[in-house]
């Protein structure tokens, strides 16, 4: 499993990639490609550092994965 740190990157350098495309269409290809790409694993240690403050997370990256975490099955 990655380390938050490195995890808190990955998720950024998404955000970074879909910024030019403006806050409404960035936030949910931000997490389409977390909940295509990341395994649950990822996503679970992703979502408990968000739910510890998400220290280090650009802001459209914390909404992305706010609502990703809402829109998923406790499990995943």
Not at 30 to 39: E, G, L, Q, S, T
Not at 57 to 74: C, D, G, I
Request: cysteine-free; hydrophobic content about 40%.
């Amino acid at each position: 499993m990655s380390s938050p740190d490195r995890l808190v990157y990955m998720a950024n350098q998404i955000g970074t990639f879909f910024r030019s495309q403006g806050h409404d269409k960035a936030v949910p290809g931000i997490a389409d490609h977390i909940k295509k790409f990341w395994d649950p694993r990822m996503k679970r240690a992703i979502f408990a550092h968000l739910d510890a403050g998400g220290a280090g997370l650009e802001p459209n990256v914390r909404e992305a994965l706010t609502s990703l975490k809402q829109s998923l099955p406790a499990a995943s």
